[in-house]
């Protein structure tokens, strides 16, 4: 097997297949798509973005592409899929995981819509980085063979890492791909990977799983929370649930405090219609985004909480109250809220 570092070329050759890999930037993924274009075949990476794994990338997107071209050689493509994965994350047909990581329907939307985006690449087939046994949900043998049907790609889903242990794909039958150079890898060891990792030259990669907010114990419980109290969450929701302390108020409203600068200016660029900001009028301090409200009935409780979190230059502190615009609400004069309170409220 030829193991040499990428040439860093995309150029396709004249007979060689286009092949769609979906692409998480873990280790897995990268080894899919380095044994196909180690048989001359175009392989062009899909990189799913959703609000719960590859949203921080929105906007950084043409950056990305050229890091993953020039690091792995690897032409890249990113792809939102936001509104149609919020959907199923709500409802998914074959159920959760251990948390509310929904594996197999997750799969199964990426290929269906890899699937469907194989005319607009001139491609002929699709591929994973699936390991047969590697994860309790969705790699079991029935649920590969589910994620094959559902997604409506019979035949034509190559898992290049386990394919010795699947049946032949219609490409590996036709001769595009060639069986006998793809792997027989199973269960949950890493050890193949590295090695492979050391040989291809491939040195930097997440933890697999690492980004999946699904997966995650303690932002699992939040979701499962408020999917329960706002079923029409949405984008923007899903994402600012993912930053700061939350806080649910008496009149089911929602208090999101930034833990950091960084987290204040990412929850002030979430704020819309209907929101509003609390900030300290005595300087730097915590940004508050209140959403979900209908009355200011709570107003003072939510100051009192975000004044809890301020390193208090005067006593009793001023928060100020702005709507989306620039517009001042009021301004509420506060003492921090006990433990008590904030562990009544606390999400
Ligand atoms: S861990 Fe998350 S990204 Fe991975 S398959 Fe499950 S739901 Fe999809």
Redesign the pocket.
Known sequence: MNTQSPNHSITKSPNSSTCLVLY?GGLDSILACRILQEQGIHVIALYFITP??GYKLKGREKILEKKVLADQGIEFKEIDISDAYLKMVKNPEHGY?KYI???ID??ILMVRKAMKMLGEFNATFVATGEVLGQ?P??QRRDALRIIERDSGADGLLLRPLSALHLRPTDMENKGLVDRSRLLGLTGRGRKDQIALAGKYGIKEYPAP?GG?V??DPILSRRFKRMFELWPELDVNDCVLAQMGKHFILPDGSWLVIGRDERENAKIVSLMRQGDIRLDLTSGPGPTGLWRKIYSDVNADLAASILCRYARLKKRPEEIKLSGHGTENIKTIRTVPASDEIINKYRM
Do not use: D, E, Q
């Open positions: 998480s719960f794994f995981g990581n929904p594996c997750c799969k994860r949900m969705s799983a999946c699904l997966a």
